[in-house]
Nanobody
Framework: QVQLVESGGGLVQAGGSLRLSCAVS????????MGWFRQAPGKSREFVAAIRWSDGSTRYLVSVKGRFTISRDNVKNTVALQMNSLKPEDTAVYYC?????????????????WGQGTQVTVSS
């Protein structure tokens, strides 16, 4: 059973930076892709970024490309999301997710394990 624990959320002013981290335990070959999603109040969950454990291939939501960077540490079993130039519209609860498929997908239902989420609030 894969368990995910997020940390690093908080309150930041527009233009600032935050770094989210996801600690992965119980990881086996069954978790091939890690993703970050977010959900703002009254909105559906939205794909933000994903990375494949094996080769580091990444995929991003268009609106965060160039501002956010996803990375993984295969030794520490952690995945990070570095968020720069934050905007008020980035405000949401951010979730870490793990998928068993090797395909990097933006579809939330294709991910098998989820963390509890961490709040990110960007003030204008």
């Amino acid at each position: 059973q894969v368990q995910l624990v997020e940390s690093g959320g908080g309150l930041v002013q527009a233009g600032g930076s935050l770094r989210l981290s996801c600690a992965v335990s119980g990881r086996t070959f069954s978790s091939s892709v890690m993703g970050w999603f977010r959900q703002a109040p009254g909105k559906s969950r939205e794909f933000v970024a994903a990375i494949r454990w094996s080769d580091g291939s990444t995929r991003y939501l268009v609106s965060v490309k160039g501002r956010f960077t996803i990375s993984r540490d295969n030794v520490k079993n952690t995945v990070a999301l570095q968020m720069n130039s934050l905007k008020p519209e980035d405000t949401a609860v951010y979730y870490c997710a793990a998928g068993e498929s090797d395909f990097i997908t933006v579809v939330s239902t294709r991910y098998d394990y989820w963390g509890q989420g961490t709040q990110v609030t960007v003030s204008s």
